[in-house]
């Protein structure tokens, strides 16, 4: 009932805005009064003048939308557009995601699961509505003396930057990163403007990521420089410090490249994207790789008690092909923290890729007698891998977790379940878990 009051509610103030809504060429019109209203001196000296102007650009900018909104059901627009209908329809895949595409005269709808994601402007009311509206907020900043417009300028500014934003995703769907990287720059343009001088840290980030994924890496680094020296953000599991490191990789410039992961290292020991690229730098440079526990020990006499760290440890000896020291570090979390469950994960991650490479050599090895003592080396690396698998499965409160869990379990229980009524109970249980893709 209340879902139906709120829908019945947005619909009406959706159709008294749709009754005061202008067509293409009545905004064109209003941006073109209000443009030749800014060449009179005495107009132009007013804030008014400019709000005017920025807001005409915005309503240009908003037009050709139509009355749909972005997280609107299908049944919803049936019941704002009327009659108003598409006219094509078509499936499309974006970027590896699936789609519905409406067709209208001036834009485009894209449906997933019968919610609209993304709308996509074709025929614009006038060109670069957004540029021309943060020109004219800016103007209006400017003569604004009194500064007493400054908090609607700054609510302009921001929602200028918000309509970049939703652009830079839209061209990141269809794939054009190297336009998502411009406007996602044009947001943190938009909302560092005065007044509004509010920075956009995930935008400043997003800016850099897609010119990396465009291989503009020398764009990609400035922004990413940007995110850790000037506004210390640092992405998730410093992220910004594994990118800066591949473009370093990639540039040739391994003292930069190997100064950057410690530097993410000290302050992000648990990322393993950072991990890998100190391990993979340590190994590929022929360097001592002792270098990699004196930071893991550093990181240690800081947080003696953070499990997380001898997990990382792990990681750094399976990597190196340390087996034992490995199992020691993964255990060593369980004796700290017996509610860690990622010791566990990383045990049977090991013993379950250790079943794998023994499986892969047998199958390549023609000498009989062999053959059987690698069979044997992999049903007892694969039964080793379940004991830590099950105890992480139990442990963690993460669902996605568990299934992932659940698919390791029921890959290695499958190998047994023919010769152990417990293993084919427990094959039957983790096959479910991952067929029904969530655990009870």
């Not at 760290?309 to 750094?316: A, D, F, K, S, T």
């Not at 469950?341 to 023609?366: C, P, R, T, V």
Request: glycine share 6%; charged share 25%.
């Amino acid at each position: 009932m209340k879902r139906i009051a709120l829908v019945l509610a947005l619909i009406a103030s959706l159709q008294v805005a749709g009754a005061q809504s202008k067509s293409l060429s009545a905004v064109k019109s209003a941006v073109d009064a209000a443009t030749a209203a800014t060449a009179n001196p005495k107009k132009a000296a007013k804030v008014g003048t400019w709000l005017k102007l920025g807001q005409a650009c915005m309503e240009a900018y908003d037009a050709p939308q139509g009355s749909a909104w972005v997280g609107a059901t299908k049944q919803d627009l049936q019941l704002i557009m009327g009659n108003s209908k598409p006219s094509s329809v078509e499936d499309v895949v974006l970027e590896g995601q699936s789609f519905l595409k409406e067709v209208y005269p001036n834009c485009n709808y894209y449906f997933r699961d019968n919610v609209l994601q993304m709308i996509e402007v074709t025929n614009p009311a006038i060109p670069n509505a957004l540029d021309k509206a943060l020109e004219a907020y800016k103007k209006a900043y400017e003569v604004d003396a009194k500064k007493s417009k400054s908090s609607d300028i700054a609510n302009a500014l921001k929602s200028i930057g918000q309509k970049y934003v939703e652009q830079a995703y839209n061209a990141y769907t269809f794939g054009d990163f190297k336009k998502s990287s411009e406007l996602f720059e044009a947001a943190v343009n938009a909302t560092s403007t005065k007044p509004c001088a509010a920075v956009d840290t995930n935008a400043v980030y997003n800016a850099g990521l897609t010119a990396w994924i465009a291989k503009d890496f020398g764009r990609a680094k400035t922004f990413f420089n940007k995110c850790i020296d000037e506004y210390k953000y640092e992405g998730t599991d410093g992220d910004v410090y594994a990118k800066l490191a591949d473009i370093y990789d990639k540039e040739g410039n391994k003292p930069a490249m190997k100064e950057i992961l410690e530097r993410g290292f000290s302050s992000h020991p648990q990322s393993q994207g950072i991990l890998i690229g100190l391990i993979n730098y340590y190994i590929s440079n022929q360097e001592d790789t002792g270098r990699l526990f004196e930071l893991i020990d550093q990181a240690k006499k800081n947080e003696p008690n953070n499990a997380s760290l001898y997990y990382v440890e792990g990681n750094i000896n399976k990597e190196l092909g340390k087996i034992d020291e490995a199992i020691a570090a993964y255990e060593k979390c369980a004796e700290i923290n017996p509610e860690y469950e990622y010791g566990y994960i990383g045990e049977g991650i090991l013993f379950y890729n250790q079943a794998i490479d023994i499986q892969e050599k047998a199958a390549n090895e023609m000498d009989d007698a062999k053959y059987m003592v690698l069979a044997e080396q992999f049903e007892k690396s694969l039964k080793n891998c379940i004991a830590p698998f099950e105890k992480a499965f139990n442990l963690t409160k993460d669902a996605s977790l568990k299934v992932s869990l659940a698919e390791y379990l029921k890959n290695a229980c499958y190998r047994f379940a023919s010769e152990d009524e417990n293993y084919k109970a427990a094959y039957d249980k983790y096959a479910k878990i991952v067929a029904d893709g969530k655990a009870e």
